[in-house]
């Protein structure tokens, strides 16, 4: 039987806060264990607020950032240590990132081609310019773009979804079977994220990529997840199928983001505030002195508490 794709194992994330007096410290990420499996690419969805811990899960993943506690292996080797460069240089070849803002991944006064065959002889056997040309218009194809559309042309020369496509397509160059992407489409226009959410579908669908897609946005989440992790500061309340957990949310913070999700209709009502009873509660939740995932017989899991604080 194969190893994992992925294992997080009871990864957490701590951080040292003021000074040698009145030193503090913050969880950011607080236990979190998930696995994705070699055999069966997926979108892995995880979804928290500003704050909530998403984006330093996926730094430690990245290797950007060593855990507290906890054990972090792909494909079996472990990958929360220090690497040798070799190590470090084959992990980085099966697990690209795509970031944020495609404006701030691209330094503006270089052309775009450059970092696509930047990429290529960083990663690939090319043993030549033909080669490395190649491989860079391969990747390009992926994403609908071809060489010759982007070939001496600058960030600004590109429209952002083609920009994002262009990141993208460089982190596509190795063949990473693992893209983490942060959310990916909060900076493209909202014409355009369709584009890119369907282009992350097709990656999985028809070149067999696993990702990791960090989002706070519930409705991209739901058209293209298979499976989902709710995060709130630092903590997995919520965890199971996609569908299953964003029709009907159990915890109550998972219950507060979906109440959040502003409608036509709301709008129309000039209702613009989600339930004061459930933010009242997931304030409550926070303060919990005890608290577990517990399994559900679904595929689910919810967090559960033994002791609440008085209201």
Not at 6 to 23: A, P, T
Not at 121 to 132: G, H, Q, S, Y
Request: glycine share 6%.
């Amino acid at each position: 039987m194969s190893a994992p794709l992925l294992e997080v194992d009871r990864v957490s994330k701590q951080f040292g806060m003021g000074g040698l007096l009145s030193r503090q410290h913050v969880r950011a990420v607080d236990d979190v264990s998930f696995t994705l499996a070699a055999d069966k690419p997926e979108i892995f969805t995880i979804i928290g607020e500003s704050g909530s811990g998403k984006t330093t899960l996926a730094r430690m993943i990245l290797g950007l950032e060593r855990p507290t506690s906890g054990d972090l292996r792909f494909r079996g080797q472990l990958i929360s240590r220090r690497m040798s460069r070799r190590e470090r240089l084959a992990f980085m070849a099966a697990v690209q990132p795509v970031f944020q803002n495609p404006f701030e991944a691209f330094n503006p006064l270089k052309q775009v081609d450059r970092y696509l065959f930047a990429t290529a002889r960083r990663f690939l056997p090319v043993p030549d310019k033909a080669a490395t040309e190649a491989a860079a218009d391969a990747a390009l194809n992926k994403v609908g773009l071809s060489l010759v559309e982007v070939r001496g042309r600058f960030p600004h020369e590109l429209s952002g979804g083609q920009l994002q496509r262009v990141a993208i397509a460089r982190a596509l160059i190795p063949n990473p079977p693992l893209l983490i992407t942060d959310e990916p489409v909060s900076m493209v226009d909202a014409s355009l994220r369709m584009s890119i959410v369907n282009l992350l579908k097709a990656l999985r669908d028809d070149h067999g990529v696993s990702v990791i897609y960090i989002t706070h946005d519930l409705a991209t989440a739901y058209y293209i997840s298979d499976r989902i992790v709710i995060m709130q500061k630092g903590k997995v309340v919520e965890t199971g199928p996609a569908r299953a957990v964003l029709d009907t949310p159990e915890h109550p913070y998972s219950r507060l983001l979906k109440a959040s999700v502003l409608s036509a209709e709301d709008a129309g009502a000039g209702k613009l505030g989600p339930a004061p009873d459930l933010m009242a509660l997931s304030d409550r939740l926070l303060g919990a002195s005890e608290s577990r995932l517990e399994p559900r017989n679904d595929g689910r899991a919810v967090r559960v508490y033994s002791q609440l604080p008085a209201a």
